[in-house]
């Protein structure tokens, strides 16, 4: 049996004794400080040196030293007892969702303000958590969270939508804003009107990726008689919005998206027919409710306090009323 293959079988008494000899260099005083009588530390200390295949001291009758194989184990030898220390109170921060890792997905949109003030906040709170932040369109996120591969998930969508389960927490809700590509005449009034909108071209995000937001796109349209004349799709926010500012068609983006400012584009409040209410979407945070763990739940309870303190907000652009 090699060395390597004994050294699996040390033990961490087999370890304090080593550097309370090499602390000591005297087997009397290294026993007494451990407790023991001098025959069993000699003897583990010969052990150890056997499991290891090497000498750790030099002994005589009147003196012990280390070899420089022992100094150069001591410093590993004490991180390895030091580590084994905290590990009781590391398991109790672990426990209590003090320590560990929790894996976060979200929209793009959530992106532009909320996440990163949350992040700061959350982690001010609770330091030893570490955030794993995961950029995933909705569709992708519900995969992730019945694989089990995220622990929760900001999503966006129409009200009244829920994830089947899963349980989910409104965060924040928005209205719908028009973008419209810089030149465009329309884009030189503050509020273009509803009826004027619904025959331009429109980029759009695949029904597959926010179908209840999708469905309520369409329904605009539908209500007033029209099609929507869909001249691009697209998966991520920005993209969105690059192409309209490429001139390829208007969007309907959530206010928050105001944020995003490139050239070529602007944003609208949209001047709706009397007595239509204004679309919103939502943002809410879903998880399942099977595998909350501790470090979740500080996430949870830290989600509704910001929730309650009106922390989510929208653009920074003007309200569309």
Same mark, same amino acid.
């Given at each position: 049996m090699n060395g390597s293959s004994r050294s699996l079988r040390i033990e961490l008494?087999?370890?304090?004794?080593?550097?309370a000899l090499a602390e000591e260099l005297h087997f009397g005083r290294a026993a007494l400080r451990l407790h023991m009588t001098q025959p069993p530390l000699t003897q583990a200390i010969?052990? /150890?040196?056997?499991?290891?295949?090497v000498r750790l001291f030099d002994r005589t009758r009147r003196s012990v030293q280390i070899t420089p194989a022992g100094a150069a184990l001591l410093p590993e030898v004490r991180e390895l007892l030091s580590r084994a220390q905290a590990l009781p109170e590391l398991a109790r921060a672990a426990a209590a969702g003090e320590l560990g890792r929790l894996r976060l997905a979200f929209v793009s949109t959530v992106g532009f303000d909320l996440l990163p003030r949350w992040v700061r906040a959350f982690r001010e709170q609770w330091p030893q958590v570490a955030l794993e932040l995961i950029e995933a369109t909705g569709d992708v996120q519900l995969d992730l969270l019945a694989k089990a591969e995220v622990d929760a998930g900001f999503v966006l969508h129409s009200p009244g939508f829920a994830a089947a389960g899963l349980t989910q927490m409104r965060i924040a809700s928005e209205p719908l804003v028009v973008a419209l590509p810089e030149h465009h005449p329309l884009a030189k009034l503050d509020r273009p009107a509803?009826?004027? /909108?619904?025959?331009?071209?429109?980029?759009?995000f695949p029904r597959r990726i926010l179908p209840s937001l999708h469905d309520a796109v369409f329904a605009l349209y539908n209500a007033a008689g029209q099609v929507p004349r869909v001249a691009q799709e697209a998966i991520q926010m920005q993209t969105i919005v690059n192409l309209v500012s490429a001139e390829l068609g208007l969007a309907w983006v959530p206010q928050s998206v105001w944020q995003f400012q490139r050239p070529g584009i602007v944003y609208r409040p949209v001047e709706w027919p009397r007595g239509r209410a204004v679309p919103a979407c939502e943002t809410s945070l879903v998880w399942r409710p099977d595998s909350v763990s501790p470090a979740l739940m500080h996430f949870l309870n830290f989600a509704r306090e910001q929730a309650v303190t009106g922390l989510p907000r929208g653009s920074q652009g003007p309200k569309a009323q």
């Open positions: 008494r087999q370890w304090r004794q080593f550097v010969a052990g /150890l040196e056997v499991a290891l295949g509803l009826k004027d /909108l619904l025959s331009e071209p429109l980029v759009i």
